[in-house]
């Protein structure tokens, strides 16, 4: 059995990464603010005042590390090994319905940290967290392109997963289903559009060319 390290020997990183879901927790009732982060503290063993230390940047930081241990528990949990066997599409909705998952119960707490990334002076570090998450999804999906299309996947799916959540927060329907049929339509879209972009994305030889279209009606093979 693995030993747990005890609180002295502790990196802040450690220390944000053991608060982060009990913040969450408490920022259900509280908000992503001081008194989350005492009451998480508090539960873990912290001293407050380290755990102040440990989040200089306050709200953004705590909503950052909560995300950051999703993404390492998704990719713990859905290693690409596990899901190799799956489509594409598959393997998408099972990342991003188990980060759904992993904040079901948790809706006001999604709800504050959104309206928090939504403000102007968070919006580059709100970017740039959807778009490592979504890098984080999309490499457990086996994708290993390196062009542009490796941007343009990431900058989508971060798309479809912050929409996906928006829907989640305010579903009341049964199991969440509509949230389930939302996330459907928009990863078949995903979907459709890498297909569309492989077809403008063939080889010269294989694209169409209205030149050679014209050619062949003049001068018909015999």
Known sequence: M??????????????????????????????????????????????????QFAFPDGALQMITAWIEGIDAAMAQALPASTLADLSVRERIRRLVQFRLDAVAGHEEAVRRALAILAMPQNAAAALRRGWASADVMWRLAGDRTSDYNHYTKRTILAGVYAATLAVFIDDASEGKADTAAFLDRRIAGIIRFEKAKARMTLPPEQRFSMARFLGRLRYPNR
Not at 8 to 21: F, M, N, Q, S
Not at 33 to 48: F, H, K, P, V
Request: charged content about 25%.
């Open 2 to 51: 693995a030993q747990v390290a005890a609180v002295e020997d502790l990196t802040l990183d450690d220390i944000r990464a053991l608060l982060a879901p009990g913040i969450a927790e408490n920022a259900v009732f509280d908000g992503w603010g001081e008194a989350a982060l005492d009451a998480a503290a508090d539960s873990a063993g912290i001293d407050r005042a380290v755990a």
